[in-house]
């Protein structure tokens, strides 16, 4: 499994994440806090605060295409 802070502060910006996760076969979650979501539903996404970085949790270990492909929303 491979953790990593993104932001998702404006709705366009959850509209392209979702587009991105949903291409890969893997599970993939966010985590806010004590909320666990499925990283691929847009209401479960909207469901969360966004205004604070949340943490995207990847059920896999080679994923580095899917980290590569959501670089707009990493935070180092």
């Given at each position: 499994?491979?953790?990593?802070?993104?932001?998702?502060?404006m709705a366009e910006s959850?509209?392209?994440?979702?587009n991105v996760v949903s291409k890969y076969p893997y599970d993939i979650d966010i985590r806010s806090g004590r909320f666990l979501?499925?990283?691929k539903s847009l209401l479960g996404i909207f469901s969360l605060d966004l205004s604070k970085p949340v943490?995207?949790?990847v059920h896999a270990d080679k994923c580095d295409d899917l980290i590569g492909d959501l670089k707009p929303f990493l935070i180092d």
């Open positions: 499994m491979k953790s990593v802070k993104i932001s998702l502060g959850v509209k392209k994440f979702v979501i499925d990283a943490v995207l949790e």
